[in-house]
């Protein structure tokens, strides 16, 4: 899902690319747990419109799954897990409580870490939010991206005139009337090199 939200934000002219981190794990006697990654950014190129048009896809791949659905697939991993031992009024209080966390995770999120992800026992409340958060978040990260205005495009750069190499050049000997003129010559050339000017917006009436 996360590549078809990459793809949906592709087909409106954003690129996204999310940055992943490994977590190690160790258990309370020092143990190595298994080792898994989480997502810590997202890079992204569009202009705003782009980006509009694509936060509008990629938050539906946050929509959760019904009810109804969450409560099937939790029975579903009581019958195939131990350690549930779960009966009556206590059953209906952790269905309850679990659905209704698990509701504010996309559907296929909840449908993995209920099914498809690899439980012995009967999970706690705290290790499916730990599958659900890392499933969800490179969704987060992407919709973090896309909420953000695009920056300023970098300004046009150019090789300087020889009437600004020579106002340059003029300013430094202004400005340091006492060292050597090799320095100052030298100064003026590192100053002027290469791509370095920019062309100020032309302003009228003292507007931009």
């Known amino acids: 899902m996360d590549k078809a939200a990459v793809s949906r934000a592709r087909s409106h002219g ?22 898994y990654q989480v997502a810590t950014a997202c890079a992204i190129e569009g202009t705003d419109e782009q980006r509009k048009a694509a936060l509008a896809d990629v938050v539906k791949f946050m929509t959760p799954a019904p009810v109804r659905s969450i409560e099937e697939w939790i029975a579903e991993l009581s019958v ?14 952790l269905l309850n409580a679990y659905s209704a966390r698990l509701s504010e995770f996309p559907a296929d999120v909840v449908r993995h870490a209920l099914l498809k992800h690899s439980w012995k026992w009967f999970p706690t409340w ?13 969704r987060k990260h992407m919709i973090a991206a896309l909420s953000q205005p695009a920056p300023d495009p970098e300004p046009t750069r150019r090789p300087p005139t020889q009437e600004e190499r020579d106002r340059i050049a003029a300013l430094i000997a202004e400005q340091f009337p006492n060292v050597p003129q090799s320095w100052r010559d030298r100064a003026a050339e590192e100053a002027t090199k290469g791509d370095c000017m920019t062309d100020e917006p032309k302003r009228v009436g003292g507007q931009a």
């Open 14 to 35: 954003v690129d996204l690319a999310v940055k992943f981190e490994g977590r190690y794990p160790t258990g309370p006697n020092g143990e190595y747990l298994p080792s």
């Open 80 to 93: 195939i897990t131990a350690g549930r031992g779960k009966e009556g009024f206590d059953a209906e209080l």
């Open 126 to 138: 705290a290790e499916l939010e730990a599958v659900c958060k890392a499933k969800t978040g490179p």
